[in-house]
Each structure stands twice: as C-alpha cells, then as structure tokens.
C-alpha cells in the first residue's frame, strides 16, 4: 500500500503564490502526477513528474524529490477560477498504470 | 472529439437493487479503471483493466464487479452485497505512460 499526504485545506489569495505540498511512501515508485477537479466535476490532469526536478507549464509547476518522497504543486498569479481541490497521485510499478490518489487539497482563492 | 463517456450522470436504486454504470472510451486506450469518490476520502480504486477479457481489484473491491469484453467498454455492476455504495463513481482510461483521463462520473444514490 501506499501513504499519501497533503493537507486538506488551503487559502490564498487572488493574484498570489501558493504551495502545495505532497509527501508519499511507496516500494515501486513510477511517477507522480497532479489533478485538478472543480466541484461535482472530473478530475483534470496538471502535471507529471518522474525525475527529480522541477516541471513548468504556464502558471503551474510541480516539483518533485524521490529520496525523500516528497512534490509540491505551486500556483503562480492565483485567479478565482483556481479554487478547486488538487489532488496528488501516485503510480506504482505493482498496479500496472493505476494511479493512487491522496485525499486532496481544497483552495479557496479569496479576492 | 476523443473521450471517455459516463452514463447516466445521476442515477437512483433502492437498497437491494444491483445496478450497473456504463463506461465508454474512444481514445483506444489500452487500460480502464474504476474509482469511487466520496467526501473527505479522495479518490479509491474499485477495478482496473490493462487488456481485454483481463481485469484486477483495487482497494476497495467487495460488492462490484467488471467486465472487460471490448477495448472501448468498461462497465461496473455495484452489488447488493456492497454496503455502503451512495457515491461518486469515476471511469478513467490510459495508454502505457499516460496520465489518466477521466469521464464526467456518475453520482449513484441508494435508499
């Protein structure tokens, strides 16, 4: 199995910088990825990583550290529209593709 | 336009009743899966699929069931014997690598 944690609630605002960390525990780590998902919504695909590093896109980066099972999420120039759970995800070698998720950050992006 | 199609959107049985949610994908993805969604839990594996006629439990199998007979179709049967199954249901797809890609979910109500 697998430990997966973020915090559950956020709140920043509007034009800001926000940081959300994940830390994870695995035996066959394959990649972590980030997701988006609004209320009532499906859950939308950010980021990947799989190496040690930094990725960007856009507004949007995610970090991520192995030897210490650790990623972040970080938000660039907050909008409204940004207010919405980030859930952090785990691919591990012993469930083919399947992605184990964390129980997700809700931000609130106040004005 | 490619995707993954959930039917219906919301959909109500008495306790008892088994009911079976629909999952449709033209993407040609190879792997399915099933997550169930409830608050506060993030998101939990039901059953995943890597190639036809073949299929694996997830976390929280007991009281579901799948088939896997076309690439394209994935649909998941919530038993009676499931006790608690009032949630939000998500369907997802994947080629090797990919991110997974969700569909819009279906919210089942038992009473």
């Known amino acids: 199995g697998q430990n997966i944690d973020q915090p559950t609630e956020m709140t920043a605002t509007e034009g800001a910088i926000v940081q959300i960390n994940c830390t994870y525990q695995t035996s066959g780590f394959n990649g972590l990825f980030w997701y988006q998902q609004h209320a009532g919504e499906a859950p939308t695909f950010l980021s990947y990583?799989?190496?040690?590093g930094l990725e960007e896109k856009g507004r949007f980066s995610s970090f991520l550290s192995r030897s210490k099972g650790y990623s972040y999420l970080l938000l660039k120039e907050l909008q409204m529209k940004d207010s919405a759970s980030y859930l952090c995800a785990v691919r591990d070698r012993g469930s083919g593709y399947a992605l184990n998720f964390g129980k997700g950050t809700s931000l609130l992006v106040t004005p | 336009d490619g995707g993954i199609t959930q039917s219906p959107k919301y959909l109500f049985r008495k306790e008892g009743q088994n009911v079976t949610l629909s999952c449709e994908q033209n993407?040609?993805?190879?792997?399915m899966y099933w997550y169930r969604q409830d608050p506060g839990q993030g998101l939990r594996l039901i059953y995943y699929s890597q190639i036809v006629n073949d299929f694996q439990k997830g976390d929280i199998a007991e009281g579901y069931s799948v088939s896997r007979e076309k690439k394209e179709s994935f649909p998941l049967t919530v038993t009676s014997a499931q006790k608690n199954p009032t949630a939000f249901y998500l369907c997802?797809?994947?080629?090797?690598?990919?991110?997974?890609?969700f569909g819009n979910g279906t919210r089942l109500t038992v009473t």
């Open positions: 997802a797809s994947s080629t090797e690598g990919s991110p997974l890609h």
């Open positions: 993407l040609n993805h190879d792997a």
């Open positions: 990583n799989v190496l040690d």
